[in-house]
């Protein structure tokens, strides 16, 4: 089977049925692919109101990062033609998204996007747009789909670790609070649980992809201080992320304000300006010392 | 086959891609905004002929959508917290049962004595690539329920909870039938 498929390439290839196509509009055809069809799972199209909400609440940090990919694809190579390889995985990559698109979960699109990362990554030819391309495309897949995936096996432990980081220095300051687990008790009846959406993981992984789109934007190399930087913006994150759970966790009314109020809207903003900031701060060129 | 022709076939590709997907998004969201888990464990429990007991804590408070019911061979009410797959419950499970109470999880055709995370998400993924074929009998929600039970509780008669994710049980339920179809099929 697969030396048909390979013979009718080979066919197609020989006989100009791809004739002029170039890797570069191949990849980027596959990119747009992929990306059209991760975005209809990133919003709610139920209704317009679900829409706008859905708009609202996105990571805008996935979206960058689709941009980055497709800059990076678009500003490699217009001249290399697409070989007999390129043409089976397009091929396949391609007609995969198709079949995917039944199965209305992300997963699907995410190990696709993982497979396009990986051969960007190792058959780009010394091309570096296209390896900056494959690295901001597996950082994604990464938020997409292997860190949920991770996530859902070790939600119990992840939430006992953000936990811990909270319980220490929350109950030294209130001495009231009672931790246990993941759950702290206030002395006036006020007690939260950790649950899912609380976990930092997310905004680590967030972390990760921001730092990964920023530096592949400003550049196609990859530095030693991007691990310096990557690394700052997670612990950043973690950092915030603790000092929410704290806050939820000190009154019913801070509760109320960073949980359903206004303050949800600030941390969020304020999680999303620190993050950008670490990662521009590091993507930046180094100053020379005279 | 020119280069205008890929170009096409590549768009026809993209737009199909596109608009399966949106149906198929659609009909997802559709099936999990019906799906209502207490009224789902509240109906098995009835179907049982076991009476419902009020629940004291009210929204928004995570506890509020714990259901307890009364067996006729139980001193103390039992009681069942639906929860995410790989959401931890241990936490809330300490505050609405006895440590020595006896626990038991359920998840569309599976149970177990302890929250078999893997396991679930298995039976999940089975059941979502059965149901793109139509050949899945329950919506693969990630909702699974955790059955609590007084110590020396020793129930007569097991309650099969498998009706609370089957799709028959539940369109009879939106279209306001008794469900008692969806049992006799199962049971």
């Known amino acids: ?290 | 086959m020119n280069k205008a022709l890929v170009r096409g076939l590549c768009l026809l590709v993209l737009l199909a891609s596109v608009v399966i997907r949106f149906q198929a998004n659609q009909a997802r969201l559709a099936m999990m905004a019906d799906f209502d888990v207490g009224a789902a464990v509240t109906d098995v429990i009835r179907q049982h002929g076991y009476a419902l007991r009020e629940n004291p804590v009210k929204p928004p408070s995570l506890l509020a959508g714990v259901i307890y019911f009364q067996r006729p061979e139980c001193q103390q009410a039992s009681l069942v917290l639906p929860h995410f797959i790989n959401e931890e419950t241990q936490t809330l499970l300490t505050r609405v049962a006895s440590p020595q109470a006896t626990r038991r999880f359920y998840y569309l055709d599976g149970s177990w004595s302890y929250q078999a995370r893997v396991a679930m998400f298995l039976e999940w993924a089975r059941f979502s690539v059965l149901d793109i074929f139509g050949a899945s009998h329950y919506i693969p929600v990630k909702t699974a329920i955790v059955l609590a039970e007084a110590p020396g509780c020793h129930p007569v008669t097991p309650i099969d909870w498998r009706p609370v994710w089957e799709k028959h049980r539940h369109r009879s339920a939106v279209t306001g039938g008794s469900g008692d179809g969806a049992m006799e099929a199962e049971t």
């Open chain 1, 1 to 290: 089977m697969s030396n048909q498929s390979a013979a009718g390439v080979e066919l197609l290839t020989s006989t100009g049925a791809v004739k002029g196509l170039v890797r570069r509009e191949a990849f980027l055809w596959l990119a747009i692919g992929l990306f059209a069809n991760q975005a209809l799972q990133l919003v709610d199209t139920q209704s317009l109101q679900a829409f706008a909400d859905s708009l609202a609440n996105q990571n805008y940090v996935v979206w960058l990062a689709f941009y980055a990919v497709i800059r990076r694809l678009y500003l490699s190579d217009g001249a290399a033609r697409a070989s007999r390889f390129d043409v089976v995985l397009v091929s396949t990559i391609g007609v995969a998204i198709l079949l995917s698109s039944f199965l209305p979960y992300r997963v699907a699109i995410g190990l696709l996007a993982t497979a396009m990362a990986g051969y960007l990554l190792i058959n780009h030819d010394g091309d570096r747009n296209l390896k900056a391309a494959g690295a901001v495309l597996l950082a994604l897949s990464g938020q997409l789909v292997w860190g949920p995936m991770l996530f859902q096996f070790f939600t119990p432990e992840l939430l006992r670790a953000d936990a811990a980081i909270v319980g220490t220095p929350l109950t030294s300051l209130r001495p009231d609070i009672v931790w246990t687990g993941t759950s702290f008790l206030g002395a006036d009846g006020h007690a939260i649980a950790l649950i899912g959406a609380c976990s930092s993981f997310n905004n680590v992984s967030t972390a990760v992809l921001t730092c990964v789109t920023i530096a592949m934007l400003t550049r196609t190399e990859w530095m030693r201080r991007d691990l310096a930087t990557i690394a700052i913006a997670c612990v950043a994150m973690v950092v915030i992320n603790a000092v929410r759970i704290g806050l939820l966790a000190w009154s019913v009314s801070s509760y109320r304000f960073w949980h359903e109020g206004a303050g949800v809207h600030i941390l969020g903003i304020g999680e999303t300006l620190v993050v950008l900031l670490i990662a521009w701060q590091g993507a930046a060129a180094p100053r020379r010392v005279p």
